[in-house]
């Protein structure tokens, strides 16, 4: 089930240890029930071109679903209209840099001893670059968010 609003973005920056919150954002999150999410992203900092996600986890695989992925990438690129998604990851967060290179995020820059476990590393997708949207008609049902 498709789970949105500031709840998401709540349990977001607690599994990301984001002091609680990421300022004006939206949430999309997938789990059975509204209280027992299995995965969220939370958009923020939009300029109309950018936008920058976190994602998070409960660990599990029981979220990677086609609906959910292809949901997480059609709000940004099709519905804010970005031209690019930023993601920041501490370099020494092996299972989230794995997880956005399979998704199809590229490394972008390293930001020298800006995290606290050393580097901070920024990956980014190009909307012309996600294959996670290249087959519309899978899910013809569409969020309709505020930016």
Known sequence: ??????????????QTS????????TGIGW???????????????WN???VVCHIASDRTRRWLTRQYLWTI??????????????VTIGEGNMDSRRLAEHLGFELEATLKSAHPSGD???YRMFKHSCRWLQNENLYPLRLRLAA
Request: net charge negative; hydrophobic share 45%.
């Open 120 to 122: 901070l590393l920024v």
């Open 73 to 86: 990438f059609d709000y940004p690129f099709r519905q804010l209209n970005v031209n690019r998604i930023t």
């Open 31 to 45: 789990g059975p029930t509204p209280d027992e999410i299995h995965a969220g992203v939370a958009y923020c900092e």
């Open 18 to 25: 984001e002091f609680g919150n990421f300022g004006c954002a």
């Open 48 to 50: 109309g071109v950018n």
């Open 1 to 14: 089930m498709l789970l949105i609003g500031p709840a998401v973005v709540s349990w977001v920056a607690k």
